[in-house]
């Protein structure tokens, strides 16, 4: 049944349990058809309540954090595949302990910390951790510079020129992420450049990250090519596949349920001011930018239907978005649902302006609402001082 919003609070984020079982039914098929591994990036949905049901289906996450790596250990009971951007020295300690995979992403972090690496492996014979290098094969299709990590002057993984003709020792795996919502069509090419580079470090390697943005629960993506490609690879290179989506887990999975608090006439515009924000709620339609969704309303305005900007409940100016049309007039109090805000918006928001976070709650298999949490004065308070 589709989600009933009559009793559930407002601001609120609306995780949909069958959507998301949905989604994760099919990447598991994905993971047993191609014979590699699928993991939970994170950084894209960090809902920790719904990480029993992610742990049905998956077998394990990676983190980018020391605290995305203790949500994995705490809530799905396992080490986590790490990647830092950088390392920190005081933090290095508990990495290891938590980890079983880690990549480094660069050739001076690896030598910086592999003594410490190669202690904790003596030390600990049935815990080893095995460690990666991530390279970049300066071969992205994504469009916006903001998520392209190949653009000229990336900090974001090593070039093929920094290496010799073998694989550091100590090394057994290799990661790349370069993809961003993409069709497997843009992986193939993408592998044909990993591989025109890096193809004799691939011989070298025990296995093969390929990061996330393989968005296969999005309708229209060729299943079939991912699996042969990654069959292929797997074969051709005798390496163990990992895959690390993060969105195309939660893709369409949930939604942020919002109100009218105000209706304004701005010099000719119709403003509503909602009771949620697009800078401290919905970062990434600004950052991206995008326009979210409205369940009803129509996407773009119409002539001679009423029309609306969505204001952000913020005071900063540039909090809003729009136009959007309705078949009838907005009124103060009514609900407006923004579809599809599970991936990345969840963890993206802050209490700029002191603006409590939306609650976070689940619409259950059952048909029943769950409140999972609501925050506060204290959430804001808490995180400065
Ligand atoms: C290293 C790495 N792995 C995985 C992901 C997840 O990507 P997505 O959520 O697009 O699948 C990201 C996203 O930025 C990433 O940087």
Redesign the pocket.
């Known amino acids: 049944m589709a989600i009933d919003y009559t009793h559930i609070p407002s601001p609120c984020f609306v995780l949909d349990e069958s959507l998301l079982r949905k989604n994760l039914e099919l990447i598991d098929s994905v993971q047993k058809a191609a014979g590699c591994r699928i993991i939970l990036?994170l950084?894209?949905?960090s809902m920790y309540s719904v990480f029993p049901i992610v742990g049905e289906y998956l077998s394990g996450a990676?983190a980018?954090s020391l605290n995305e790596i203790k949500l994995i250990n705490d809530f799905m009971g396992h080490k986590a595949h790490t990647?830092i951007p950088a390392y920190v020295d005081s933090e290095f300690e508990e990495v290891l302990e938590r980890s079983s995979h880690l990549t480094f992403n660069t050739l001076s972090q690896y030598h910086r910390y592999k003594d410490r690496v190669g202690a904790w492996n003596e030390k600990h014979p049935d815990q080893q951790i095995s460690v990666g290098i991530?390279v970049n094969p300066q071969y992205s299709e994504v469009e916006a510079d903001m998520?392209n990590?190949c653009v000229p002057g990336s900090r974001?993984g090593e070039t093929r020129d920094k290496f010799g003709d073998t694989l550091p020792e100590g090394v057994e795996g290799i990661?790349f992420?370069t993809?961003?919502?993409n069709g497997s069509d843009t992986l193939e090419r993408t592998l044909e450049a990993l591989e025109a580079k890096f193809g004799d470090l691939l011989h070298q390697a025990r296995w093969l990250n390929m990061?996330?943005?393989?968005?296969m629960t999005r309708e229209g993506y060729d299943i079939d090519r991912l699996v042969r490609l990654v069959k292929a690879i797997r074969e051709k290179y005798d390496l163990e596949v990992i895959l690390?989506?993060?969105?195309?887990?939660a893709w369409r999975t949930g939604t942020l349920v919002s109100n009218v608090l105000d209706i304004m006439d701005s010099q000719g515009i119709q403003v509503a001011i909602l009771n949620v924000s697009f800078a401290a709620h919905m970062p990434d339609t600004l950052e991206m930018p995008y326009k979210p969704r409205i369940e009803g309303a129509h996407h773009e305005p119409v002539a001679g239907k009423p029309t609306y900007r969505m204001g952000g409940m913020t005071c900063l100016a540039g909090d809003f978005m729009g136009d959007y049309s309705f078949d009838e007039p907005l009124q103060v109090g009514d609900r407006l649902v923004f579809e599809d805000m599970i991936?990345?918006t969840m963890v993206k928001t802050t209490t700029f302006n002191g603006v409590n976070l939306p609650s976070i709650g689940i619409w259950q298999a059952n048909d029943t609402f769950r409140l999972v949490r609501t925050y506060g004065y204290e959430t804001f308070k808490d995180h400065l001082s």
């Open positions: 990036a950084k894209a949905f990676t980018s990647y991530r998520y990590p974001l990661h992420h993809l961003c919502e990061g996330g943005g393989h968005l690390e989506p993060g969105s195309a887990i991936h990345y």
